[in-house]
């Protein structure tokens, strides 16, 4: 039995998901679609499914067993509401919501309802280089993890469009969420250095250096360039306490030719993590079928709004920002 | 619509593909299951599908769409012929055949046939970093290829099973099929040469080294050692006119400890192709789902066939071993 | 004509730059020696070497045309101002001296003298490695360098001898020096990061993250490990505009074994950097032999001590200490 | 006190070994020069050397320690003669001498003698990662070696200069003798194949495929690409009973734009091999000094030249040609 999907939202990313919930993946179908634009719904919908105006009749809709979430940020808050309270599992694309506010609310609702339904979108944790390289670590023969530098960089972003809060509120989340997993470890505090500008995409921030500081006493510090040109380079390296362990090169052909003995680097975040996408579905299709979830839930989402407020903060103020979390409930365990 | 298949052989290859159509892989359903050991079958049917006795039976049941072969070589030319005056496609495990002539008769029909309906399990093919490797040397921009180091090293090798013919006419056809198809050439010609035996399985012509000789004159050396402990590892290096093109290191993580700055190797080739298997099918789904296939053809079987025949002449006479095709049919252009 | 040398202690590193003098390098003689201890001096003296039982009288000595200062810090003050004094060309391990006062009387006497005579002992800036790695900075292609990420790594340090102020005032000033020197800029700030000490050396501050802030607006962060087990990893990467660019794995053997694929790191900095006093020295030699000196001067000796003693400061205080240089001498240029 | 050395032949390579003995290296001195072209030695001669009109009155000249061969191959074997005639050490650039007869006299007068005198050209062994690979196989851990490949490829060679016997009697020579020092083994037999030639440089017979046959069963075989357009790219790697070894990329500087993440390859051997260059005097300088020699010797150069003319033969036969050496003189064990 496939499990029956509602997709809110068919932007780029809600566009894509519909392919690979139709395409790639097995046990799962998409029966419903909706979004703002209509027309834009209509065209998205894959044949068979029901085009629906309002995101809410979505998810309320009987043949709807599961919701994939693809709105805007904003939208979030009251779609995931919606989904828990009709008991649906329900994966949402990052961010869970826009305030610590709307993710209290959320887990809140979750925690009424007494079991997970929320997946978020953070799709890092699946991907196999990072999955690789959490299992070093736990594996302990390097001791605990001490350090963790983690280099987040972009080849371009659109002039205008993204601001220079972006590096701190939107790219930072995944360096964030991505450390708290690797080292099973909480935020507690934020810095921000900020060195002189790139020439490149003048009016913008960039680079930043973060500080992450966790309850464990590790330190991550997180190099984000967003307009470096040469591709989408994301690394990762921990020093423990007896050795260090790095995310690799991408598996791309070696070629010796008059650039030199080199290697491909990937050129957007599609292409660097467009296996992790599946396997996050994947995964989310099997709990969702158990009308659960599993992965980044929505503590984690909860976890990264307060980083990325946090980092704001920092960069204003210079100074060791914060991060106070309420006591993590043990849904969240 | 699922594409409904019929899996013949439920040996471990078998269960293994079995696993793969129902857990892994989208819009294909596994409705019969047939071996010789009818217990065998019955364990390894997933619900819902029919056990057959025998596999001319399945191969003919009306529900029954296409069918997977994972029988023993010795079966597979007459599930073959079954399968193609069937009309329905198939999937088959290597080796296509155990005789040239079994393979003419194979290519016959399904040149009598009309369309191909036979894909080949070169696996090798659908590996991400063979298709990149490939797809840098097609680009051209490097010239010619006129050299190809292929090296094929197994952890081990079960000892008394694993005969010293097995490295010319088992293992060898790997590196032969990927070596025409990365080349995109035929073989013409085949040479043995074997050095001082490996003092591990003691008893076994391990390792040899084979040359293989292309109808465009590229020369294509072979590595081929089974028993050398540290892994399955698998590499290839395309000297072009102006460039070099070579697999990179598998993308596992890179750790410093007493050992240095390492990478882990693949224990075996389930570990190191396991994507390959899935695209692999991933493909053949699609194409039989249109009533025929593509990938690795009948024509690529007959290929292999003769080169591990004239790689075993070889290693008898000391002398260049000529492979001589019948002309290619137009069908498998 | 070979330059006459004279050796001011002959410790472990003194008597190791007797050897290079005396057995590797050319163009130049060991003709005195001396240290405080008149038995391990005589015993490190090379053949038709003179013993002096005191610095200041070798360094007048009129066989003695150029002086390798290998004493404990304390001394080096004395001694270079003994040097410059007598005109005579001075080759100085670090600490350059071991105050700011120091510092800046022993510029003052060298522009006093009119020319430069002392080369501090920073080898990293002869290394082939960072050499390259400075030309592709200095070539432009990248763009301008934003950020430095220094790693320092060293196997292990003697527990008691090695105390917590050491990474900071002895270990991080080769990254100091480095950094300077690779991005053409000055420190004007330091700030400490301590994150969860590591239970290898228990009572030690270490790690230690390092923040320097440069002139130019570059920002540097070092990672300071002292007991890491593994070996001693030197790493740097700076992030440029349009590029990165980082020091290269050490060139060991490749070696795939049941490891994995695998090169040995450096098991101490003498392994490590042996070329580079080499050519530390022999560039020394040919400028002493024109009476002047060349590389790492009395300026850098002074810029590494500030940043030091600005890294013990903000390691207390956990603010940004600033570093306030005077106006750079044109001597110094 | 100095090695004082006359140096016959000043073109190329003898100009560079003159500023090698005079500007890199200690313990030496250039105090005679030869060359056939009188105005040629007098502009080659350091300040203060003896120009001399004929090789053998250097050599016999009292001045005169040690020699150094420079001149061209067919005028080697009577200044060896002379020299060894005289007692002085001689290092001589390869080839040895251009037969097998003069490589049989060269050995008889050394025989003769009594003590090695001669130290040949072969400055591989003498490059530090050739001897780290060297350490590991002899180290014993990975088992016997029993495959050796080994990659010489050039970016270019002259047109009309450099003709299809030179990659077999002038480069495969240096493979050759790497692969006999790496296995400790002799060469007993020679396979050339040829593949489609490159049509960069339209009339070579470029590139080959060596297979060299030794003593132990060993089996080497080696790719030669003399106009691969990219570099001059050596590679070699041992595969042993339990595991592999492998020269590692050169120390180029990593870098990431937008060619990938890449490193340089030397664009010659001179790049590629300068520290060898270095090495290999300063292990002759100090045999010599000693009235002896160490390292590559008549030996290899006779075992050398029967390859090459066994790889010719080989060429035009297509057959393996054996390799047939007389007892080794106790002199060369």
Redesign the interface.
């Given at each position: 039995m496939s499990l029956k999907v509602g997709v809110i939202g068919t932007g780029m990313i809600g566009t894509d998901h519909i392919r690979r919930l139709t395409?790639?993946?097995?046990?799962?179908e998409v029966v419903a679609v909706s979004d703002i634009d209509a027309a834009r719904a209509k065209a998205a919908a894959p044949a068979g499914a029901e085009v629906f105006d309002r995101a809410t009749d979505l998810i309320h809709a009987a043949a709807v067993q599961a919701v994939v979430i693809c709105s805007w940020g904003p939208a979030h808050e009251e779609q995931l509401l919606a989904c828990i309270a009709a008991g649906k599992p329900v994966f949402c694309e990052k961010p869970l919501v826009t305030s610590e506010a709307g993710a209290l609310r959320v887990m809140a609702a979750e925690v009424g309802f007494g079991r997970r339904l929320v997946q978020l979108g953070f799709m890092r944790r699946f991907d196999?280089?990072y999955r690789?390289?959490k299992?070093?670590i736990d594996g302990g023969?390097?001791?605990?993890p001490?350090?963790y530098?983690s280099v987040h960089?972009n080849a371009s972003v659109p002039e205008g469009l993204y601001t220079s809060d972006m590096p701190l509120n939107d790219t930072l989340v995944h360096d964030a969420d991505i450390a708290r997993w690797l080292l099973g470890d909480e935020i507690i505090g934020v810095e921000v250095?900020v060195?002189?500008?790139?020439?490149?995409g003048k009016d913008l921030r960039d680079?930043v250096?973060v500080?992450l500081h966790t309850a464990?006493?590790?330190?991550v510090?997180v190099?984000i360039?967003v307009?470096?040109?040469?591709?989408y380079?994301i690394r990762g390296e921990v020093?423990c306490?007896?050795?260090?362990?790095?995310?690799?090169?991408?598996?791309?052909?070696?070629?010796?030719?008059?650039?030199?003995?080199?290697?491909?680097?990937p050129a957007d975040w599609r292409e660097r993590f467009i296996e992790a996408y599946d396997q996050e579905f994947r995964e989310w299709i099997v709990a969702a079928g158990r009308g659960t979830a599993t992965g980044p839930s929505s503590w984690d989402g909860y976890a990264s709004t307060l980083a990325a407020d946090a980092a704001l903060r920092a960069a204003k103020s210079g100074l060791l920002e914060p991060v106070t979390m309420i006591t993590k409930p043990p849904l969240y365990a």
């Open positions: 395409q790639v993946l097995s046990g799962v196999a280089d690789r390289l299992a070093v023969s390097l001791g605990a001490l350090l530098h960089r250095r060195p002189r500008r790139s020439s490149v680079p250096v500080l464990s006493g590790a330190l510090d190099e360039s307009n470096i040109g040469y591709g380079d020093s306490e007896r050795g260090v362990a790095a995310l690799p090169n991408r598996p791309a052909t070696v070629i010796s030719d008059q650039h030199g003995i080199r290697q491909a680097i």
